[in-house]
């Protein structure tokens, strides 16, 4: 067993990166996750695995050290927050175009503009939508408690170098500020420099004499090269599509309905599921795990298992609704419930949603 | 006397120009007469020179040498329009031991980069910066750049730059040069024979400074020509960028070994 502690979600994310064997991390500070930075540095992470962390002058820069960092193979990393995010969407667009692998999170909180510190869920379009410009994707890990704050950083590194892709930790204000015990997994060795210039042939680590030179770039003025680029992104998205979907299902067996729902109004929703079938409801949960690559085909088994009617919950005016729409192509009723601007609803609200919404409505 | 043949003359002794090793073979895409090509060419040949081929990790930007990494033929990386140095400082924090330089134009560097520049060059991160300073957005059309003199015609200052209303020049070179960041800070040109020596001699100090760990930034500005923006001839482009560039961006180093000299 691993060493537990009790810990904020973005000191264990924190926590998580080090013992991940991460490289480096650069961030600048936003409520709700500066956490994640003040973590690093009280830590000193550089005296403990030799990880570099560095305050940048702004979100901008840090995602484009990211770019830098993660284009020489290194293990890196950045987080912030709603506005902050905005401002890395031209970096993750160039990181989607020259395919480089690194893991960022974003723990939400309101909007749009400043909005409110408070927690929110409203970000959902630009994570597995593209908030930057182009045709691309990137994996987007929701993660539901701290334990899963520090695990899906180990994972979150694992697949986007499996992948060469940007993995996002979509979080928000309530799973990033919360205390709860977690688990930690053992420190995972940095790489050697010698292993990195192994296993990726790829990064910018110095060209050899009478080798080939490395070019990480996102450009080619040739529209046909670029078109095939994008066929070959779009391949790689099709594989993460076919191997990594992950989501958890709560009482479906014998379920009637589905809440549909991930990060913490999961939680929630498995609360009103209980409510529910207290009054003799049979309702169940469908807990996303990852948003892109999105379960699909999931919610397509529970449409031929007979379910009536599924109910979106989350902290948006209806974002990821969409998306269980499309999958269940009009075979049941879909709603949305949530509430938004900073507030996070109750289980007895979402329980009442699902009688007088989705049942009754 | 025996006739004297071409084998005769085509000796290793004889000698005197050949192409820079480290540039490919790519045609380049810059226009006949433009500072830029020369540019590459002395930083290779200063990075072959030293030695630091197989160290030497650079940054392209968005401009006229957005395809830099097409002709020098070293690892290289493309970085978003402005976020050169931030790239490079990612770069050189994690690989602490390899030499990274920048190469950027002054819409690039002054304008839309002008927080990445000053912020790597004030926590003295120890990259080079090799700026190309033509007064003007060549790749998109010529457009005004932060760099273009008052008076200067451009395509978005098309009756010549108001500083009233379109702001001042800006010197980012002095501006940086008061930072405590930078180490080397120096204004060179390449539109003549002698001019291109001394711009190598300083491009080679800046390499030497950070292959030494040297504290900060060596920072290159290079005054060159944009002959298709300025919509002049190479030839009376640098005869107008010797009249009417040179005085208001004088030539020479303004920091050296982290001490202001001018
Ligand atoms: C974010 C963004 N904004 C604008 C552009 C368009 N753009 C490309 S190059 C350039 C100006 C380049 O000028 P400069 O840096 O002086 O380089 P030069 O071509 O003169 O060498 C602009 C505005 C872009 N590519 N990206
Ligand atoms: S447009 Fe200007 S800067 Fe660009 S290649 Fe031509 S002369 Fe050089
Ligand atoms: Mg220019």
Known sequence: MGELKLMKGNEAMAEAAIRAGADAYFGYPITPQSEVIEYLMAEKPFERTGMVVLQAESEVAAINMVYGAGGSGKRVMTSSSSPGVSLKQEGLSYIAGSEIPCLYANVVRGGPGLGTIQPSQADYFQSVKGGGHGDYKQIVLAPASVQEMADFVKLGFDLAFKYRIAVLILSDGVIGQMMEKVELFDQVPRMTDAEIKEKYPWATTGKAKGTERRIITSLDLDSLKMEKHNHHLQAKYKLITENEVRFELIGCEDAEYVFVAYGSSARIAQKSMQLARKKGIKVGLLRLITLFPFPTKQIQTLCDQGIKGFLAVEMSAGQMVEDVQLSVNGRAKVAHYGRFGGIVHSPEEVELALEQILIGG | ?262
């Open chain 2, 1 to 262: 006397m025996a006739e004297i043949t071409l084998e005769d003359i085509i000796k290793p002794e004889n000698l005197v120009y050949e192409k820079t090793r480290l540039m490919t073979d790519k045609e380049l895409s810059y226009c006949p007469g433009c500072g830029h090509g020369t540019a590459h060419r002395i930083t290779m040949e200063v990075i072959d020179e030293l030695g630091l081929e197989e160290n030497t990790i650079g940054v392209a930007p968005v401009g006229c040498s957005v395809l830099a990494y097409e002709f020098m033929n070293i690892d290289m990386t493309q970085a978003a329009h402005g976020r050169a140095p931030a790239v490079a400082t990612g770069i050189k924090r994690v690989w602490p031991d390899k030499i990274v330089f920048t190469y950027q134009g002054d819409g690039d560097l002054a304008a839309i980069g002008t927080g990445e520049t000053i912020h790597a060059c004030n926590r003295g991160e120890k990259i080079v910066i090799i700026f190309i300073n033509n007064g003007i957005y060549g790749m998109t059309g010529g457009q005004m750049a932060p760099t273009t003199l008052p008076g200067m015609k451009s395509s978005t200052s098309p009756y010549g730059r108001d500083v009233e209303t379109m702001g001042n020049p800006l010197k980012i070179t002095e501006l940086v040069a008061q930072l405590p960041g930078t180490y080397f800070v120096t204004r060179q040109a390449v539109h003549t024979p002698a001019a291109v020596r001394k711009a190598k001699k300083a491009i080679r100090k800046a390499f030497e400074n950070q292959r030494d760990n040297k504290p900060g930034v060596s920072f290159v500005e290079i005054v060159s020509n944009c002959n298709s923006g300025w919509k002049m001839t190479p030839i009376d482009a640098n005869n107008w960028m010797v009249d009417n560039m040179f005085p208001f961006y004088p030539m020479g180093d303004i920091k050296v070994d982290g001490v202001m000299v001018k």
